[in-house]
T-cell receptor, first 115, second 114 residues
Framework: AQTVTQSQPEMSVQEAETVTLSCTYD???????LFWYKQPPSRQMILVIR??????QNATENRFSVNFQKAAKSFSLKISDSQLGDTAMHFC????????????FGQGTRLTINP | GAVVSQHPSWVICKSGTSVKIECRSL??????MFWYRQFPKQSLMLMAT?????????EQGVEKDKFLINHASLTLSTLTVTSAHPEDSSFYIC??????????FGPGTRLTVL
């Protein structure tokens, strides 16, 4: 069974700083997807970024980028120029390409951006 | 694009009654939808997979007779909590799969059972 681990329960940075959230996962699969979702106080889950495991190039979305290390099974999220709106729970998630499209979530990292 | 709605966003009911929660994909069709439950300060716990036109698949430990799921169309799945009790109080979230791989989430429903 796949597992996802986020080792940082909480992080706090100043506005405009860069912050990196860690995520490791365990799988025997070779083809899969990895995601970062954020859940602000409204509790709406919002997709931040998506990575396909067969792509070596790291995904980027504006201020958000990932460092995908397949051999190390590591998938960290870097947020540049952090904004107050980035304050949220951030969840790393894994999905195999085979089967039922289920997401396996990490425990989450509570990120606070301070003004 | 990829908007998912849930209704109601908040419901209070008496113990023993049933509550229905709707999940709709507004701008795409979704063969597969998922239902999650989230306790305070915890991650999402998958309850069941809802497939259009077929029976839902429940995760281990989830009572299928307690949590009835119907996925009657490509844009609508419903979760009915039957004979609700206070321990069923929680935040319920649905998601819909767009394409083959990405889940988009509804805003959630807060259920309080008195």
């Amino acid at each position: 069974a796949q597992t996802v681990t986020q080792s940082q329960p909480e992080m706090s940075v100043q506005e405009a700083e860069t912050v990196t959230l860690s995520c490791t996962y365990d799988t025997s699969e070779n083809n899969y997807y990895l995601f970062w979702y954020k859940q602000p106080p409204s509790r709406q889950m919002i997709l931040v970024i998506r990575q396909e495991a067969y792509k070596q190039q790291n995904a980027t979305e504006n201020r958000f980028s990932v460092n995908f290390q397949k051999a190390a099974k590591s998938f960290s999220l870097k947020i540049s120029d952090s904004q107050l709106g980035d304050t949220a729970m951030h969840f790393c998630a894994f999905m195999t390409r085979q089967g039922a499209q289920k997401l396996v979530f990490g425990q989450g990292t509570r990120l606070t951006i301070n003004p | 694009g990829a908007v998912v709605s849930q209704h109601p966003s908040w419901v209070i009911c008496k113990s023993g009654t049933s509550v229905k929660i709707e999940c709709r994909s507004l701008d795409f069709q979704a063969t597969t939808m998922f239902w999650y439950r989230q306790f305070p300060k915890q991650s999402l716990m998958l309850m069941a997979t809802s497939n259009e036109g077929s029976k839902a698949t429940y995760e281990q430990g989830v009572e299928k007779d307690k949590f009835l799921i119907n996925h009657a169309s490509l844009t609508l799945s419903t979760l009915t909590v039957t004979s609700a009790h206070p321990e069923d109080s929680s935040f319920y979230i649905c998601s819909a799969v767009r394409g083959t791989d990405t889940q988009y989430f509804g805003p959630g429903t807060r259920l309080t059972v008195l």
